[in-house]
């Protein structure tokens, strides 16, 4: 109704504002009729404002109360839950207790998922997941891992702070680390039953680190963004050492983009130094005795990762395809130390020998995924890795460590899984494994299901 009147009004002021012509007595009534209509709409107006003033006054609510404060704490706890389970039907032509990695020193058991560890069916690692906001400004997040072995193993756990500004995220705690592209994926969203030769060779399947992570998203139109950590690793390729100061020490940096609307890709640099003091494992000497292994020295391991992703349209659901692959280098200095548990033999009995120690070593997978229709999808993985030649000074030589001579250990494998939505996928894997040694090749046949339920987060790229 206002607008109109004011409408009316201004055309009413309109007309009023011609000059006259003629001082007749139809126009000064005319004017004399406008000057009322205007008093009169002016009134209507001001009665009208104070009708709607005193109404909001009246039907106003009344503000809410402050609720008070509970006394039941716990209550106010409604975490993130997720379990994800995993099995497999396993075949291998040779025993898969026997598995080694020639060439490499051994990580001791592999952590995660590695190469079937026995025929037949097997649980693989279960994981269970619990994550929560603390405040406005921490996030915590838990992950334990019950391993077929009927052990529970802490994988995780760590805060992580919520909005510190400046592209700034600090992390606290045990976490995988953010080198490479597959360490930080879990093993229910790997594309592959078992992680890459790569990955067990120079990590054990994965780096964990306990201590600090600070990651820094750069404020560019291209996504680019830098992290450090700094911590404790008494995991392979690290050891128990005790004394003070960061043992473990990291740095990644890594970008990525879009290409037109169907593809886009992220490529990464890394880097990782860890000083073990008695990283060990149980072997055997040239004799055929058995015997413990010991390194303390430096180890230091750089890489580099790709991954290309198309999808027509930017539409993943119907088909896509994954091109992945990582490169990694290691160098190691240090004192190698060997004796035998059973008898004198070529690493001077129980009294042990120690000599020094140099390896560079080196390795790779490429693989491609393609999802040729909605919920099939097929995937081939290439593994290679080199060994390079192993340096010890005169008192021990190769001869008395078989398990350090000179191999390139090389694996092929090919996938076909379904999912029957994101939470349920049921895979079928075929490796031919030779990273054994020579004429070791082995046959491995997986049957594998990966099911996820309660709380699923997205997905990393």
């Known amino acids: 109704m206002n607008r109109v009147s004011i409408s009316v009004l201004a055309a009413c002021g309109v007309l009023a504002s011609f ?13 004399e009729e406008i000057a009322q209509m205007k008093k009169s709409y002016e009134q209507r107006i001001d009665a009208l404002e104070q009708r709607l003033a005193q109404a909001e006054t009246v039907r106003a609510p009344a503000p809410a109360a402050a609720p008070a404060p509970s006394t039941n704490r716990a209550g106010g706890f409604n975490p993130e839950i997720g379990l994800n389970l995993q099995g497999a039907l396993t075949s291998t032509k040779l025993d898969p207790a026997s598995w080694t990695l020639q060439g490499f020193v051994p990580p001791g058991e592999p952590d995660e998922i590695g190469p079937p560890r026995r025929r037949g069916f097997t649980a693989q690692e279960t994981e269970l997941t619990i994550a929560a906001n603390v405040d406005p400004n921490f996030r915590g997040y838990l992950n334990l891992a019950l391993t077929p072995d009927n052990t529970v193993e802490l994988e995780e756990a760590y805060f992580q702070t919520l909005g510190l500004g400046a592209g700034f995220t600090l992390k606290g705690g045990r976490f995988l680390s953010g080198i490479g592209y597959n360490n930080e994926r879990h093993p229910h ?4 039953a078992d992680a890459p030769l790569a990955y067990t060779a120079f990590f054990g399947n994965k780096l964990t680190a306990e201590g600090l992570q600070l990651k820094w998203l750069a404020p560019t139109e291209s996504w680019l963004e830098f992290g450090l950590e700094a911590g404790r690793d008494d995991g392979f390729p690290g050891g128990a050492r005790n004394k003070g100061g960061s043992a473990l020490g990291a740095a990644f940096a890594r970008t990525g983009g879009d290409v037109g609307i169907a593809h886009n890709w992220r490529a990464g640099l890394s880097y990782v130094a860890t000083d073990p003091g008695a990283r060990a494992y149980d072997g055997v000497d040239g004799a055929g005795l058995n015997t413990r292994v010991t390194f303390a020295g430096k180890s230091r391991t750089a890489g580099a990762d790709f991954v290309w992703k198309w999808a027509p349209n930017g539409n993943p659901a119907e088909r896509n395809f994954k091109l992945q692959a990582e490169y990694f280098r290691r160098n190691e200095t240090g004192s190698l130390g060997c004796a035998e548990r059973d008898a004198s033999g070529a690493c001077g009995g129980a009294a042990g020998l120690s000599d020094s120690y140099r390896s560079s070593q080196s390795g790779y997978y490429l693989q491609g995924v393609w999802q040729f229709m909605p919920r099939w999808r097929l995937g081939y993985r290439y593994d290679k890795l080199d060994s390079g030649t192993t340096s010890l000074g005169p008192t021990l030589v190769s001869a008395d460590l ?8 090389l694996r092929n494998t090919v996938m076909l899984d379904y999912a029957s939505s994101e939470f349920a996928r049921l895979r079928l894997q075929f490796a031919r494994d030779n990273s054994r040694g020579p004429g070791l090749a082995d046959n491995q046949v997986w049957l594998q299901y990966v099911m996820s339920m309660g709380a699923h987060g997205a997905h990393r790229f």
């Open 189 to 192: 969203v790997w594309d592959f």
């Open 19 to 31: 000059p006259a012509t003629a001082a007749d007595a139809d126009l000064r009534a005319l004017r």
């Open 402 to 409: 078989p398990q350090l001579a000179s191999w390139k250990p």
